[in-house]
Nanobody, 119 residues
Framework: VQLQASGGGLVQAGGSLRLSCAAS????????MKWFRQAPGKERELVAA????????RYADSVRGRFTISRDNAENTVYLQMNSLKLEDTAVYYC?????????????WGQGTQVTVSS
């Protein structure tokens, strides 16, 4: 199983980035997909999650209204559109395939992509 995240980079506060995660080696539509992030010295945080069909979505309070998770089962890809970025959004972002939306469920992790928000 491979989860290849891309789209990270350096952006000014208030800007936008779109992360993508291309999955292979698994039946993508059988898995909920999640985005986690981890900043230096901080605990890992579940940012957003989407169920297998895409009709159930959850967000962390810290990103609700600014981030949008979506998926394309035909392309085996999950996205995270990040708008109005803040300094505190700086972190490594990981995509995860999970058997359910339950917070503690995660089966496969991607390699992570760095997002850095500057002032």
């Amino acid at each position: 199983v491979q989860l290849q995240a891309s789209g990270g980079g350096l952006v000014q506060a208030g800007g936008s980035l779109r992360l993508s995660c291309a999955a292979s080696g698994l039946t993508f539509s059988n898995y909920a997909m999640k985005w986690f992030r981890q900043a230096p010295g901080k605990e890992r945080e579940l940012v957003a999650a989407i169920n297998r069909s895409g009709n159930s979505i959850r967000y962390a309070d810290s990103v609700r209204g600014r981030f949008t998770i979506s998926r394309d089962n035909a392309e085996n890809t999950v996205y995270l559109q990040m708008n109005s970025l803040k300094l505190e959004d700086t972190a490594v972002y990981y995509c995860v395939a999970a058997r359910s939306l339950s917070p503690g469920a995660y089966d496969y992790w991607g390699q992570g992509t760095q997002v850095t928000v500057s002032s």
